[in-house]
């Protein structure tokens, strides 16, 4: 059985990741088209590698199936974004991997507050997300009036980075 390998993403990965962006939206109904919103995935090496962030995808049997993120919000604090799976390939602990390399680079970084925010009704990613320490904060509207809950998740420190 081949595993996941994570790398960092590519310029040449863009068309791969834009698809998988779109299926993973359009399997929770939640894509509403082209639009602004969208930005992000289409600029990644803007949007997240020069914003002291990082962007992550997941090769499995030569393909990317996943992908996940976070960006710079505050000093010490970044958001997760764009966590995918193939729908055909969902329920293997992809999702995970991704979730633990980027926590893994976010604290390396310094963040000490992750935060995001994911539709009402995208169950397995609100379990992924309780399931590591995040705690709902709120719920509310994003673009396109999509129903929403934000989390977040304070990241413990050792006694050298509190100094």
């Not at 962006?21 to 803007?46: A, C």
């Not at 309780?130 to 929403?148: C, K």
């Amino acid at each position: 059985m081949s595993e996941l390998k994570l790398r960092r993403y590519r310029e040449s990965d863009q068309a791969t990741v834009l698809e998988l962006h779109v299926v993973g939206l359009k399997q929770v109904g939640s894509y509403g088209g082209d639009g602004p919103w969208d930005d992000d995935v289409r600029n990644i090496i803007e949007h997240y590698h020069q914003n002291e962030g990082e962007f992550l995808v997941g090769e499995y049997e030569g393909r990317v199936v996943a992908m996940g993120a976070f960006r710079k919000t505050g000093p010490r604090e970044a958001e997760i974004k764009r966590m995918r799976t193939h729908p055909n390939l969902q329920g293997r602990g992809f999702g995970q991997q991704i979730y633990d390399a980027l926590e893994v680079k976010a604290r390396e970084m310094g963040y000490r507050r992750l935060h995001l925010e994911t539709g009402v009704s995208h169950y397995p990613a609100q379990k992924l997300y309780t399931r590591n320490g995040f705690v709902e904060t709120h719920r509310g509207t994003v673009h396109l009036s999509l129903n929403s809950i934000f989390y977040e998740k304070i990241l413990d420190c050792t006694p050298e980075e509190e100094n």
